[in-house]
């Protein structure tokens, strides 16, 4: 993550003065106790293309312990004593902005992400067969249920944020990724999806997909594949995903699915 998005996602920063000096203060102090791994004044790509020098934090070993992580996965990588973002971290900042862009939206327009009578939000990113159960392991970047705030109507979605990097090259089969989707098809006819109570109370028993991409190659063949599995897949490029989150929501208020 970057040290934005952990003042965004962590709004108790935001709400003391002096907030972005408390951050770091707070950051330095877990990497010196090697709870988390940090490159500071990395140049990063945002959600609208522009770069920006920030601080780039990952979970330490240590860290992964103490939230129960059954494994570690290094995620900044160092040449000659200097940090390296890998294509994987550049992956993980956008899913990262992609949820600050789902929440920015929901929230204009009505909508948030259900919440278990606990109170913990039903928002798993990096959700993994945790979430699916299925044997061929399908594993979705993002799954979230979200509430309709006024009528407390409930759907779920999958994400999938591409960055180009599988299948480079193809512009009419896309063997990688046609296989993740056949996957996704298997999921939808698997009987022992629908025993899940979830479904009985979403106005979609399967989730909606969105397939968010940066590279335009994947138009317009691929949206053409994704239609032949039947699936409800909604597939943009990253700079029309506000507009198509925007118009999904609009359309989950009055469809009956």
């Known amino acids: 993550m970057t040290s934005e998005q952990i003042e965004y996602l962590h709004p108790e920063y935001g709400s003391q003065k002096r907030s972005r000096s408390l951050l770091n203060r707070s950051l330095k102090r877990m990497h ?54 890998s294509q994987k971290v ?3 900042i956008q899913v990262n902005n992609m949820e600050i862009v789902i929440r920015e939206v929901a929230k204009e327009l ?47 979605t999958f994400f999938e944020y591409d960055t180009g990097s599988e299948d480079r090259g193809y512009r009419h089969t896309f063997p990688k990724l046609s296989k993740k989707f056949d996957m996704y098809k298997e999921v939808k006819e698997w009987k022992d ?29 691929f ?18 995903f506000e507009t198509n989150i925007r118009e999904y929501f609009k359309q989950m208020e009055v469809s009956d699915h």
């Open 223 to 240: 949206p053409r594949v994704l239609k032949s599995k039947k699936l409800d897949v909604t597939c943009c490029l990253k700079k029309d």
């Open 32 to 85: 010196e106790y090697y709870l988390i791994d940090r490159a500071c004044y990395q140049q990063v790509i945002l959600w609208d293309d522009s770069v920006k020098r920030t601080t780039v934090v990952a979970l330490g070993k240590l860290g992964s312990e103490a939230v129960n992580f059954f494994h570690h996965r290094e995620r900044i990588r160092y040449e000659d004593g200097k940090p390296v973002l």
């Open 110 to 156: 009505g909508w948030s992400i259900a919440k278990t009578p606990e109170g913990e939000e039903l928002w798993f990113c990096e959700a993994g067969n945790r979430i699916v159960r299925h044997e061929n392991k399908l594993n979705p970047d993002v799954y979230a249920i979200f509430q309709n705030d006024r009528t407390g109507d409930l759907v779920h």
């Open 193 to 221: 999806w629908y025993k899940n109570p979830i479904t009985n109370y979403v106005k979609n028993p399967f989730p909606d997909i969105f397939f968010v991409t940066e590279e335009k190659k994947r138009f317009p063949e």
């Open 90 to 92: 550049h992956h993980i």
